[in-house]
């Protein structure tokens, strides 16, 4: 049974996220909200079938993931971490 998790953000700005994640060679896909079709999420696929999805919740981008089938190289803390410092040098 999966459990997923959802860690808030700073991210507001979608083309800083994926500008972010480009200078990061994070490989993700745009996906449409499935509640709505105006907004873009980013789901980052991993080889077990368990994407890394940043949603947005009306707010923020919100990172969304089953910490059980983490795949990344890095634990999620230094992910999200990295992200956020690569996103803050694009909106400057």
Known sequence: MSHFTHI????????????????????YKEQLD??????INLAIPQSNGYDIEFAWNGEQYELVTD?????QSSPI????DKVAQTYAGEVI
Not at 13 to 20: C, E, T
Not at 34 to 39: C, D, H, K, M
Not at 67 to 71: A, D, H, K, L, T
């Open 77 to 80: 803390e230094s992910f999200i």
């Open 34 to 39: 499935s509640l709505n079709s105006e907004v």
């Open 8 to 27: 808030k953000t700073r991210f507001q700005n979608l083309l800083y996220l994926k500008k972010a994640l480009n200078r990061l060679n994070i490989s």
């Open 67 to 71: 910490m059980s089938f983490w795949q």
